[in-house]
């Protein structure tokens, strides 16, 4: 089966995690502070916070930024479904600005004019999540310039463009938000096997965010409410998690991330090659912006209204030839439990007319042109 995404892992990186599993640390150690820096470096950012998923980063981004119970947070509804449950874990309340059919991003159109109505029913986001579908960047500079108008922060769900670029700039550089996170699941661009990052420049978000991934403790005497006890205190400030990385996933992490920028290349260069290559078909792909340099974690393309009812046989012709096509994603406010709270069907048309038509086709590193060949032969049978 040729797989939609697929970590790759060599000696040095198996290297990089057995000789942590031989040295005094297997957690907590020196190599999640290196993860760290290595990261803050490559965005150009102050801080780096390493977790134990982008689930995690999620939930204690929304946290740092003070969502809870009462509070709107937006984000768009093709997405995984955790960029809208981090909002719910803090007891939030959650609501959708639907997609540019072009790219599958958050339509910045669509979002000022939700804001504008939003202001007169006093129903403003606190907190609205740009995630960059596929590794292309959101229209950060327009969401920046609308965050400041009506006075909400911003987080990248950047999951899928750790490696991607925006006007020239890395994301998680959080030039245009308060705060970036990073997926190092297998499927993404590079893999801690379970992982997640959360990126700043604010020293207050940083230092809450430190301390929210480990039970809301901090051992800093410093930020201490009365004088130290002695060498073994510490104190509990609010209630934490235990969201803390392993030294094992960030020493494959880091090992990684030495490879990013080829990664990154690779799949930008089998990207053209299945542009050119679908070019006759009877589809699109998602539109890539010129102020956007994508991390390509995925290749979406999107049926042609002509072909359209092919859609699902597409998918399973595909996988019978053994290639594995997929969606992504389901609209969020389309899943049974978003419906429970009142979502439905109709309230967000272009991200379900998106869903009838979008199929993502296998991209990693370790495609080949061949593998590309067959994979669009079989996409041109079937349509
Ligand atoms: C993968 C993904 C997540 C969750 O990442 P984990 O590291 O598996 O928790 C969140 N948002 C998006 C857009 C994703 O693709």
Known sequence: MISYGKQQITDADVDAVTEVLRSDWLTQGPQVPKFEAAISDLCDVKHSIAVNSATSALHIACLA??????????????????????????GANIDFVDISPLTGNIDSKKLEKKLAL???NNTLPKVVIAV???????????????????????????????????KENAVGNCLYSDITVFSFHPV????SAEGGMATTNCNE??????????????SIETEMTEESHGPWYYQ??????????TDLQAALGLSQLSKLEEFVRIRNQLASIYRSKIAKLPCTHLL??????????????????SVQEKHRATIEKLREKGIQAHLHYIPIHLQPYYQQMGFKSGDFPCSEEYYKR??????????????????????SDTL
């Open 65 to 90: 930024l003070g969502v809870s119970h009462g509070d709107i947070v937006w984000t768009s509804p093709v997405s995984f479904v955790a960029s809208s449950n981090c909002a719910l874990y803090c």
């Open 118 to 120: 939003a202001k007169q």
């Open 132 to 166: 960059h579908l596929a590794g292309q960047p959101c229209d950060m500079a327009q969401i920046n310039f609308l965050s400041k108008q009506y006075g909400f922060r911003v987080i990248e769900d950047a999951s899928h463009a750790i490696g991607a670029k925006y």
């Open 188 to 191: 993404k661009i590079i893999t």
């Open 205 to 218: 978000l940083a230092r809450k965010m430190i301390k929210l991934r480990s039970h809301g403790i901090t």
């Open 236 to 245: 509990q400030q609010m209630l934490g998690f235990n969201y803390r990385m």
């Open 288 to 305: 890539q912006k010129n102020d956007c340099y994508s991390s390509y974690h995925l290749f979406i393309i999107l049926l042609d209204p």
């Open 358 to 379: 979008a199929v993502t086709l296998p991209l990693h590193p370790q495609l080949t042109e061949q593998d590309l060949d067959y994979i669009v032969n079989v996409l």
